[in-house]
């Protein structure tokens, strides 16, 4: 399968733990997207990059969040002392030059539960 | 502030017949419009955009969009549908900041379609 992969698709973990969530993407996109998605609602988005710079970020990402893409492939989503409001579906999206005019492609997310 | 909106949370449509959902924008200057679709335990899936030209978009598996600016609308149709057709479908539009469209795009929070046999 050639299409955009994260992992863990599932993450359980007690208030106050950190997460991690990995993102790869299609191989010849050199744009990346993190959006959220919680139950009855549209994905919102968190961050953007373009190769290794995260050029975007949403007020949304508090400081206990980060991202990171380093060579510009892959990208991680750190979620530090995680909160029960933290819970939802992490989405990552790749596109390239052309995914400027908004034709992502998505994962299939990864699903935190904080308890 | 960009947006959109979908006033409907489900549209059931008997299989065959034509189906519409309705997605209503508010959006300063030209908007980039966009329909995704979700199916169970699948990503996101792009349908169709609009950034300029003919109001009639044409999209994959058979769907549609008008866009109507005097209506700020931007409707999601099919002709005939499938039992297949059920998911949650999202409109979306592009962000705009200081007059320059954005990397980010906002979406509604969604639509589910039942199609009924």
């Known amino acids: 399968d050639t299409g955009v992969s994260q992992d863990p698709r599932h993450k359980i973990t007690k208030r106050g733990q950190n997460v991690t969530f990995r993102c790869d993407p299609i191989?010849?996109?050199?744009?990346l997207y993190w959006y959220r998605q919680t139950l009855g609602q549209g994905p919102e988005f968190l961050t953007y990059?373009?190769?290794?710079?995260?050029?975007?970020k949403s007020r949304l990402l508090s400081d206990r969040f980060s991202a990171e893409r380093p060579k510009g492939s892959f990208s991680t989503l750190e979620i530090q002392r995680t909160e029960q409001g933290d819970s939802a579906m992490y989405l990552c999206?790749?596109?390239?030059?052309?995914?400027?005019?908004?034709?992502?492609?998505f994962g299939e997310g990864s699903r935190l539960t904080v308890l | 502030a960009q947006s959109v909106a979908q006033p409907e949370d489900q549209v059931n449509v008997a299989e065959g017949n034509p189906l519409t959902v309705k997605c209503t924008y508010s959006?300063?200057?030209?908007?980039?419009l966009f329909w995704y679709v979700q199916y169970p335990n699948r990503g996101l899936q792009f349908l169709l955009k609009y950034i300029t030209g003919d109001n009639l978009v044409k999209g994959s598996y058979g769907f549609e969009a008008e866009f109507n600016k005097s209506q700020t609308s931007f409707h999601l149709k099919k002709p005939s549908a499938l039992v297949s057709d059920s998911a949650l479908y999202f409109c979306?539009?592009?962000?705009?900041?200081?007059?320059?469209?954005?990397?980010?795009?906002?979406f509604g929070t969604g639509t589910l379609l039942a199609v009924q046999p």
């Open positions: 990059f373009q190769n290794e710079a995260q050029l975007e």
């Open positions: 999206a790749s596109s390239g030059y052309e995914g400027a005019m908004g034709e992502l492609f």
């Open positions: 959006v300063s200057g030209n908007p980039y």
């Open positions: 191989s010849e996109h050199n744009r």
């Open positions: 979306a539009v592009r962000d705009i900041f200081h007059g320059g469209a954005t990397n980010k795009l906002i």
